[in-house]
């Protein structure tokens, strides 16, 4: 058995929700203003994609299937600090879009409880464009 069968079992009981109609990723928008170091960052990244993945598989298993098996499209953006992610969070669910926040534990570089990334999806493309399209690439 497969590293993809296995989540998704573990995440998809049951199959209800919608199909997505068009291609499907997952966004990551990581606290620019943090100024974290590139190791830090990418763990927190893992963090939000794990959380993001099992956050789908309870709410949108159907969409988490497709996403699963379309290889996992993920995209790193920059977010300008803790507002702006707690902005576009805000879109996103006004929109229907799963999002995912990731708070740090302060056991290294940065303070305890700081936003670190906000992950959205995974979603269609088309959906989360319209939150996302402007934000530039980390």
Do not use: F, Y
Request: proline share 4%.
């Amino acid at each position: 058995m497969g590293l993809r069968s296995i989540i998704h079992k573990m995440t998809a009981p049951s199959h209800h929700g919608h199909s997505p109609s068009g291609p499907v990723k997952m966004i990551l928008i990581v606290n620019n203003g943090l100024k974290m170091g590139k190791g830090k960052i990418a763990a927190q990244a893992g963090h939000a994609s794990v959380q993001a993945t099992l956050n789908a598989g309870q709410k949108s298993p159907l969409v988490l299937d497709a996403w699963l098996s379309s290889g996992q499209k993920k995209v790193c953006l920059k977010g300008d600090d803790a507002d702006h992610l707690l902005a576009l969070e805000k879109l996103a669910i006004e929109g229907g879009l799963l999002t995912s926040k990731v708070h740090d534990a302060g056991h290294t570089q940065i303070p305890s409880g700081s936003l670190t990334v906000l992950a959205i999806g995974p979603c269609q493309d088309d959906e989360v464009e319209k939150i996302t399209g402007t934000l530039k690439l980390l």
